[in-house]
């Protein structure tokens, strides 16, 4: 009888160190250092001048020519931030919100109207008519058109009033919110319109209710997108106002320029307050305006 003996026991093997040192390796070498390091100094390049921007603003005149231009102030001082807000600043910022909401929120409204309607409406000829005169409107920048536009401002009786630079600001923001806002609304499921209509919805119910909401990434993008454009106007109060009293900030950016070309300081200071507004908007919207530019894309 063959007697069989019961095979040696067998040691667990222990994960070698090997593998995970090359697979670190392999890691190292598929980042791409060139980019990043790209990418650094790209930075750096965009931000000195801000950065030089922000620290001249809180220099005196005479720290301003004595001093290294990239070195923090000796002495930090607020004359010059001073200087602007004394200098009719607070009229100036009002102006230009009342400018930047008076044209916006009109604009993004009748925009999310018009291509609600034009996704909506079906296949009519006047929808088609309007989709092609809203694109049209893209191909025709503000400089071929300003003196047609001081034409009628003067003829309407509006010159040098803020309700001259709210009326173009509101027509040349429509087209590119039509774009946007349209292709946003072919996105939606038909099957949600479908579904508030049986429910019994009408269509101006069904818009506000269902395609207001799911459309407020693209709404929140033409906003802010809007409102950078029609904040920094610089041809629009230059040509259809003469008042001081009726001036946006760009305009009294440029009054300051002119008025105290010396003091630099004062001037990047109003650069500084002109600035801060937009930059604070930015950040509320910003995670909706990413939303927005990325609809789509994984579609």
Known sequence: MAVTTPPAPTRPSRPSSVGKGTSTTAKLLRLNWFGGIAGWIWLVIGMLPIYWIVISSFKSQSNFFATNPL????EWTLDSYRLVIESDFIRYFGNSV????????????????????????GNGWFLRLSNSLFLMGLAIPLQAVIIPVYLIIIRLRLYDTLTAMILPSIAFAIPLSVLVLSNFIRDVPRELFESMRLDGCSEWGTMWRL??????????????????????????????????DRRTLPLALWTFQGQYGVNVPAVLASVVLTTLPILVFYAVGRRQLLSGLTAGFGK
């Open 71 to 74: 070195l923090p102030p000796d």
């Open 98 to 121: 009342v400018v930047t909401v008076g044209a916006i929120v009109p604009a993004v409204l009748i925009s999310f109207m018009a291509a609600f309607a034009i996704v909506r409406g």
């Open 211 to 244: 395609a207001f909401p799911l459309t407020r990434p693209a709404l929140v993008t033409v906003t802010i997108y809007n409102a950078l454009g029609v904040w920094n106007n610089f041809l629009l109060p230059l040509i259809l106002t003469q008042n001081p």
